[in-house]
């Protein structure tokens, strides 16, 4: 099967996950170029609609982002797109410009909607490459299951959300009072809390590694393990042999 592959989808610092954040892929281009890459980006064809509008990541106040998704037949990306290079001057990949760029316009084929059609590899492994990645390696966006056992856990530590967890290492990313997030290791004696002002100083994929790996001990997770798993294991009655 023939998939597009996915231009624009964005790092949700309430659902962190390794995408790009649009704020480090910022570079001044020639106006010119700027408004024909626009202009091809709202030329897409709508493949699937959405309830709820996309919301600008530089927050300026944009609210008019669309529903849809576009493409080309060889690319997919959110009706919001344009506006990102337009008015935020955010760049994407190469082969995507020159293709977008080119005249005359690469010939057009609406691919049906099926599940599997879309690849965001290729997207999510340039911005990588951009280091524009929040490095989330092993981190995962609770299930209401397990954030219900975490919170639990967690106790009175001051939190405003869960937003992530590491179950290899026990860590948790949680939204704290002010907008600043916190990695916060869930087990007596473990490291002491880190804070960051925002998601703009958590570290990147492909920066140099600055949290040590954890150290396997018994009853500890191994790593690779999901906090789901970690839990549902640890909460299981011990002594129901015979
Ligand atoms: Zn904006």
Request: with cysteine; proline share 12%; net charge neutral.
């Given at each position: 099967?023939?998939?597009?592959?996915v231009?624009?989808?964005?790092?949700?610092?309430?659902?962190?996950?390794?995408?790009?954040?649009?704020?480090?892929?910022?570079?001044?281009?020639?106006?010119?170029?700027?408004?024909?890459?626009?202009?091809?980006?709202?030329a897409?064809?709508?493949?699937?609609?959405?309830?709820?509008?996309?919301?600008?990541?530089?927050?300026?106040?944009?609210?008019?982002?669309?529903?849809a998704?576009?493409?080309?037949?060889r690319?997919?990306?959110?009706?919001?797109?344009?506006?990102y290079?337009?008015?935020?001057?955010?760049?994407?990949?190469?082969?995507?410009v020159?293709?977008?760029?080119?005249?005359?316009?690469p010939?057009?084929?609406?691919p049906?909607?099926?599940?599997?059609?879309?690849?965001?590899?290729?997207?999510?492994?340039?911005?990588?490459?951009?280091?524009?990645?929040?490095?989330?390696?092993?981190?995962?966006?609770?299930?209401l299951?397990?954030?219900?056992?975490?919170?639990e856990?967690?106790?009175?530590?001051?939190?405003?959300?869960?937003?992530?967890?590491?179950g290899?290492?026990?860590?948790?990313?949680?939204?704290?009072?002010?907008?600043?997030?916190e990695?916060h290791q869930?087990k007596?004696?473990?490291?002491p809390?880190q804070?960051?002002?925002?998601?703009?100083?958590?570290?990147?994929?492909?920066?140099?590694?600055?949290?040590?790996?954890?150290?396997?001990?018994s009853?500890?997770?191994?790593?690779?393990?999901?906090?789901?798993?970690?839990?549902?294991?640890r909460?299981?009655?011990?002594d129901?042999?015979?």
């Amino acid at each position: 099967m023939k998939r597009l592959e996915v231009l624009g989808w964005w790092f949700n610092e309430q659902a962190p996950t390794e995408l790009p954040r649009p704020q480090l892929l910022v570079a001044p281009a020639a106006p010119e170029r700027r408004a024909a890459l626009a202009a091809f980006l709202r030329a897409g064809v709508a493949l699937v609609r959405y309830p709820e509008p996309s919301f600008c990541r530089f927050a300026c106040g944009e609210e008019d982002m669309g529903r849809a998704d576009l493409t080309d037949g060889r690319f997919v990306w959110p009706e919001g797109l344009a506006h990102y290079v337009e008015r935020h001057d955010v760049r994407l990949p190469d082969h995507f410009v020159e293709r977008a760029l080119a005249q005359p316009l690469p010939p057009f084929a609406l691919p049906k909607a099926k599940f599997g059609l879309y690849d965001a590899g290729p997207w999510i492994a340039w911005g990588k490459a951009q280091r524009a990645c929040p490095d989330l390696g092993g981190f995962e966006i609770p299930t209401l299951d397990v954030l219900d056992r975490i919170a639990e856990d967690l106790g009175p530590v001051p939190h405003e959300a869960i937003l992530a967890c590491r179950g290899s290492t026990r860590e948790l990313i949680l939204a704290i009072a002010g907008g600043g997030i916190e990695l916060h290791q869930l087990k007596a004696g473990g490291r002491p809390p880190q804070r960051f002002a925002g998601w703009h100083e958590w570290p990147l994929c492909g920066d140099a590694p600055q949290r040590s790996a954890p150290s396997p001990m018994s009853g500890k997770p191994k790593p690779g393990v999901p906090m789901g798993e970690f839990f549902a294991r640890r909460k299981q009655p011990r002594d129901e042999r015979p």
